[in-house]
């Protein structure tokens, strides 16, 4: 208000158009215009009567008291406060006094109730929705741009364990506690924000804790107001602490490109690794090799001491290839099972290559010292040359493969190169695949049953059924003998057909005899899924024909509702690789065998190309855990870990689980108290025959 250095003219403020008072230095009231009088309910004798703070409520008369021997000093006294009026009701006064030549104050009211009553609202609103964040669990700021004061909520600072009085209420607070490796990305994303690029701000980072620990956070706001140019005044926002996913995702990437047994990279990441490499050769001009390492004698070792024994032999053998390697430009990676691969880069001659190899062979030559048991194993090398021998890497693979298959042939505990005269070996396994065809017409094929319990109860409820091939001359063979070649060359296509055809007929008759919601459990083939209708190449005969999957309708759910079973009674089993390569038309017969009611189940979970994004996007029911996992499963161990993990995200994503290769109680109690859904393994029972498996399910339903 502009005051008057002059004795103002009372009769001047008898109009003046709001209310208008003069006070003595003892704050006597000596003088108030009709306004303030009318506002009081009081006349002028009345007021005189009065010191001003008896105006005022008793809780504002200290602050007033204190705001008038500060303006002592300067002259200039003002303060908000609320005034009694004379029908009992109370307005929000702002009060502005100056010090007049002759010691008396000349002051004026102002009424601010509405504003007042706006920033109440506005603040209760604020406090309203800071608790409504709060009570997800959230940290919440208000950060005050231009003034550079941020606020915290108290569920804020105890996410990072500090009390209010040790915080100041500004940015560069928490900003200097982000992990340095995570500030320009949120600066980024923060300025994105600030300037309209962005609607929200998100962005994820680390920040340092009192007791010295990082903690993973989403930190979301949105900038709330704004000035006549555009610039940011006020932004809100929460902190949500996703430590716990961080760490959930660290373990599934983990797993997803490492391998778990000995910590080598695995096939998915080793495919990444080689095509960095051939870059950095293409801009080199030199080569890059690989080198397929696989260790003789191993399956007489493992079936001799037992898997754990075998596992110790793995990891023995990965920290020496790892040590022949050092200090060279190479990755060693584990392909499964007892099969290595090393990449090379830099190399300038064949010879650079061969002498790797032949130290990798010394390295593995000796003594292996197994708890106690002195083990002796050698190895076979196959290697072959980016681009001499091959320019991707599927066929660098292939070519590495037949001069291992050529090593092995040799006598094991050497190597050998890549030579067109490979060609020769490939004709030996072509003849097992010649056997392959007569086997159909021979019915040297058979099917055993490994069952499936459900661990909340004990009881069968699945059964996996496993195909075994009675060769004429090298006896039983296992799928893994044998599959790979039917795959190569069509035949899967007859041969998945006739186990379809046998499961579904099985599961009709113990369904219909024995156990009504029993569920078989059957693998498909990737290149089941990738041709035309199996069913009309079985009838045309032209199983070698592969290709894309067609659009056709698929034949299984077909074939199901011709034996008039549901589709819950059969789950087919799909790998990794199938995910990893499908295209729409797969993603399209997954979805048509699960619309039909039929479970699809993700075999050996983890060695291989384990994604997020695959499980998200395609349409998986269960998930099984592989055996390497489960094999050394204890307490406290970095495979429990794992399996948590596994069981938890697949949880998330509505999947069952089951493990595989479950050996001992512990294992199995292990992973009941994880989670799991469903074991199978030895400690179940071994596959079985469908005369031994009937006799199971009778005993089981008998308890």
Known sequence: MSMHAELPDQAWLQFAAHQVWLMDADLRPLFGNPHLLSYLGLDQTELQRLRWPELLLPDERAEFEKRWA?????????????????????????????????????????????????????????????????????????????????????????????????????????????????????????????????????????????????????????????????????????????????????????????????????????????????????????????????????????????????????????????????????????????????????????????????????????????QGERVFVSASIGLSLYPSDGEQAETLFKHADQALYLAKGAGRNCQRRFTPELQAAALARARLSNDLHDAMAGQQFSLVYQPIIRLSDGRICKAEALLRWQHPTRGMLGPAEFVPLAEASGLIIEIGEWVFEQVAAQAKCWRESIAPHLQLCLNKSPVQFRVADAREIVATGQAGQTGKASATAPDWPARLRELGLPGQALAVEITEGLLLEADSAVTERLSALRMAGMQISLDDFGTGFSSLSYLQSLAIDVLKIDRSFVQDLRPGSKNLALCKAIITMAQALDMQVVAEGVETVEQRELLRAAGCDFVQGYLISRPVSAEEFERMLREDGKT
């Open 70 to 370: 500060a303006a002592q000093s300067s002259g200039e006294w003002v303060m908000d406060y609320r005034l009694r009026a004379a029908d009992g009701s109370l307005r929000w006064q702002l009060a502005q006094a100056r010090a007049l030549p002759d010691g008396r104050w000349l002051g004026s009211h102002t009424d601010i109730n509405e504003r007042k009553n706006a920033e109440t609202r506005l603040r209760e609103s604020d406090d309203l929705w800071k608790l409504a964040l709060e009570s997800n669990g959230d940290g919440v700021w208000d950060w005050y741009v231009q003034t550079g004061v941020e606020t915290y909520s108290p569920r804020y600072l105890q996410m990072y364990g500090y009390g209010e009085d040790e915080i100041q209420p500004s940015p560069a607070e928490f900003d200097a506690r982000t992990h340095p490796d995570d500030v320009a990305q949120m600066t980024a994303d923060r300025e994105a924000h600030f300037s309209g690029a962005e609607p929200l701000y998100s962005n994820e980072h680390r920040v340092l804790c009192k007791d010295g620990s990082w903690k993973w956070i989403l930190s979301r706001g949105m900038v709330i107001s704004r000035d006549e140019e555009g610039r940011p005044l006020r932004m809100v926002g929460t902190h949500t602490d996703i430590t716990t996913r961080r760490s959930n995702e660290a373990l599934i990437w983990q797993q997803a490109h490492f391998d778990a047994l000995t910590g080598l990279p695995n096939r998915s990441l080793l495919r990444d690794r080689l095509e960095q490499a051939k870059l950095r050769a293409q801009r080199s001009g030199l080569s890059v090799a690989v080198l397929f390492i696989d260790l003789d004698q191993f399956k007489e070792v493992n079936d001799m001491l037992g898997h754990a024994m075998g596992d110790l032999l793995l990891i023995q053998a990965a920290g020496r290839i790892r040590q022949a390697c050092e200090g060279l430009p190479s990755t060693v990676a584990r392909m499964g099972g007892d099969e290595f691969t090393v990449l090379l880069e830099d190399v300038s001659a064949p010879a650079q290559a061969e002498a790797l190899a032949q130290q990798i062979l010394q390295s593995l030559s000796t003594s292996f010292e197994l």
